[in-house]
T-cell receptor, first 113, second 113 residues
Framework: EDQVTQSPEALRLQEGESSSLNCSYT??????LFWYRQDPGKGPEFLFT???AGEEKEKERLKATLTKKESFLHITAPKPEDSATYLC??????????????FGQGTILTVHP | SQTIHQWPATLVQPVGSPLSLECTVE??????LYWYRQAAGRGLQLLFY??????ISSEVPQNLSASRPQDRQFILSSKKLLLSDSGFYLC????????????FGDGTRLSIL
């Protein structure tokens, strides 16, 4: 069974204090790993797709990296507007559920001014 | 550009009443469509997915059903709601193909009294 574990559950940072969120995964074969941002009362907003170990993607203050067992979302010099829940999801190769994503529980990020 | 609409945004229903939540997608053809439920403080659970009109697959046994009467319309229904049906319901779409990201609507907050 595919599993995704995110840590920490919650992270509080001061504005400008860089840090990383972790997403550990177990899948029979990885088709893709996805990062989303979710604001309270809203649907998740797509950030990145990573396909293979060693791949990196960047968007503004966010940088996502991927190894064979985990992914990191690095946040450089965060601002209060980066506060949100960050979700990680994997899509496994094969299986019977085409396009199915398995989500982690998320990391709640709070950035204080 | 593609957009996804869900309504209503919030809904309060008595136990035993019927349910109909609607989701429509604009700006794309033949999307894959998904219904998720997100419990408070938890990740997303896939309920149904559809790869075409009239084609519905269920991920978990439950009190809900889904239908896709048109290419870009996805409906979540119940004949009699249970207390356990409360939650945040999200509709998503993706393009066909391998490891395509899913894009979410803003969800419906359903409360059962």
């Amino acid at each position: 069974e595919d599993q995704v574990t995110q840590s920490p559950e919650a992270l509080r940072l001061q504005e400008g204090e860089s840090s990383s969120l972790n997403c550990s995964y177990t899948v029979s074969g990885l088709r893709g790993l996805f990062w989303y941002r979710q604001d309270p009362g809203k649907g998740p907003e797509f950030l990145f797709t990573l396909y293979s170990a060693g791949e990196e993607k960047e968007k503004e203050r966010l940088k996502a990296t991927l190894t064979k067992k985990e992914s990191f979302l690095h946040i450089t010099a965060p601002k209060p507007e980066d506060s949100a829940t960050y979700l990680c999801a994997v899509q496994a190769s094969g299986g019977t559920s085409y396009g199915k994503l398995t989500f982690g529980q998320g990391t709640i990020l709070t950035v204080h001014p | 550009s593609q957009t996804i609409h869900q309504w209503p945004a919030t809904l309060v229903q008595p136990v035993g009443s019927p349910l109909s939540l609607e989701c429509t997608v604009e700006g794309t053809s033949n999307p894959n469509l998904y219904w998720y439920r997100q419990a408070a403080g938890r990740g997303l659970q896939l309920l149904f997915y559809s790869v075409g009109i009239g084609q519905i697959s269920s991920e978990v046994p439950q009190n809900l059903s889904a239908s896709r009467p048109q290419d870009r319309q996805f409906i979540l229904s119940s004949k009699k709601l249970l207390l356990s049906d409360s939650g945040f319901y999200l509709c998503a779409w993706s393009s066909g193909g391998s490891a395509q990201p899913q894009h979410f609507g803003d969800g419906t907050r359903l409360s059962i009294l």
